[in-house]
């Protein structure tokens, strides 16, 4: 009897063995071959593995990199704040007449003219407009007219910056591509120009990027914006959120005015709300850096001045928008002469789109702080080379 039970259990030993070693072998093989699905696993343990595409996402979230790339906390504003109630042209002769009556400046007898207007750059603003037999004229204010023999019609720029719902965690910027050589700016998989490796992606003008990291190269600085992706940093206008105070700033917010990158953060409640780009002062009419107060606003203003003693730099404009002073004759304020942002251009004030100039004054109150500063340290800060500023 114990002979045949040997038997037996014999039997069933070879019956189940092989099935559970081959089970079990399967089982440790399919472990050993799955891959991670697509994810960032640099800070997660798992027993899949993370090769291919996860492997790949993975080594980019080391450098900072999320792919897919974070959304933008944030929006534009509302495009109403781009409307204005004045029109604009372009002075575009010298000592242009100005007239008292339409039918005078239809005949355009410049011996009947009761003033002119004869700064080297003139913006007029107008106030309505006739035609009558192929003539053009600007009412310029009640009962004044001129021609357009002598004004172009402009149309006001209506770029925006953004208004934040957070404060991002990463340094971002816009696309600059009209500071480019030739008006195209295509990223290259390294940074530098010692290997031709461009990469085929083109960026349009104002394209909001991430910036992940910076490396020298070509004795310029260089901006990685994504993956194998890299800029000079003169195409691209940074912003570098930054929530802590300047020294001096006694509340929880401010105004900061980047020099070097060209930019304009706005900070409430120590948070991030608003950036876009700006143009200080070229020079040498340089925006002054320091800490200072908003002191007065005015939604329109004219403004003149001249810098040189013959008066040849001599600047006239009418109904400057959404003007807030802040360091004697410098101020923020609205440019519709301003075809494009990112680079100084003005006689030391700090000059934005219609729209950022009005969502800004929408904002501000008198006496809240504007801290101007230059990271690159190339805006000279002695005293001694300001003036009052301008336009």
Known sequence: MKHILFVLLGILILSFSPTTNVHAAEDSFKTASELCLPGNYSFTVTDCQADGPSSY??????TGISLPQLPFPAVKPEFELTYLDQQYGYVHTQNAPVY?????????????????????????????????????????????????HDVARVTA?????????????????WVLTYL??????????????????????????HDLVWVYDTAEANGMEWYQLGPDEWVPDNLIARVIPNTNPP???????????????????????YQLVFATLVASGLEPLWTRPGLFKIYDK??????RGSFEADGSDAYYLEDVPWTMYFDEARALHGAYWRANLGFPQSH???????????????????????????PSGRTPIDEDLYGEGGA
């Open 180 to 205: 480019s050589q030739n008006g195209i700016v295509e990223t290259k998989r390294t940074p530098g120009y010692d290997i031709d490796d461009y990469t085929g992606h083109i960026l349009q003008n």
């Open 57 to 62: 996402q993975s080594k980019m979230a080391l």
């Open 298 to 303: 005015l939604e329109t203003t004219p403004m």
């Open 348 to 374: 030391g004030c700090v000059n934005m789109s219609i729209g950022d100039s009005h969502w800004i004054f929408n904002w501000a109150n008198e006496g809240d702080w504007v801290y101007v500063w230059d």
């Open 247 to 269: 020294v001096g700033v006694d509340n929880d917010r401010w105004i900061e005015i980047n020099l070097y990158e060209q930019t304009i953060t706005i900070y409430d409640h």
């Open 100 to 148: 008292n009556s339409m039918e005078d400046a239809l005949k355009n007898q410049r011996g009947k003219a009761i003033r002119h207007v004869s700064s080297s750059f003139s913006y007029i603003s107008y106030i309505d407009s006739a035609v009558e037999d192929g003539k053009r004229v600007y009412m310029v204010a009640p009962g004044e007219w001129m021609t357009a």
């Open 157 to 173: 720029p209506v770029f925006q910056g953004l208004e934040f719902t957070e404060t991002p965690a990463l340094t971002f910027g």
